[in-house]
């Protein structure tokens, strides 16, 4: 177990606190890390990764653009730009909406689906999880995440 002092090289903290979000940052900056090896391989990025699986969930049915932005684990702005780049990748589609002329449709493409299948097994970090946590410990965590969060 590599503690957060040794990773830092400091054991000076203002207080647990201080060093609680520290600890947070780095093993979010972690957990990223390992994300973005697969996904670059396959010149995708955690952010077109995150809406590409959000309309899998919607799949068949469309989605909008400010749906996506809702569900997106990363609030970014620019999640139009995002979609552009999936739409030359021929990794969605977007269509204007027959009901409501003002609004635009997002769908996910077969090449999409393929994609995401290929990337399913690659993007479990189950396994860092699972090496250094138990089942009990990761429920924890998961609890007081949450109760961070308010």
Known sequence: MMKIEEV???????NDYHKAVLNIVYTSNYVN???????SKQKVTLQQY???RILRGQYPSPATVNLIKER??????DVSRII????EKQLVSRK???SDRRAVDICITDKGLALLEKLDPLMSVHSVLD???????????????????G
Do not use: A, W
């Open 8 to 14: 830092l090289k400091t054991d000076k903290f203002e």
């Open 72 to 77: 997106l684990l990363d609030h970014m702005s």
């Open 96 to 98: 204007v909406c027959p």
């Open 50 to 52: 995150n809406i590409l």
């Open 84 to 87: 552009d780049r999936l739409v």
């Open 131 to 149: 090496n250094n946590l138990t089942d009990e410990e990761c429920l924890q965590l998961n609890y007081l995440l949450d109760k961070l969060r």
């Open 33 to 39: 890390g390992l994300l973005k090896v697969p996904l």
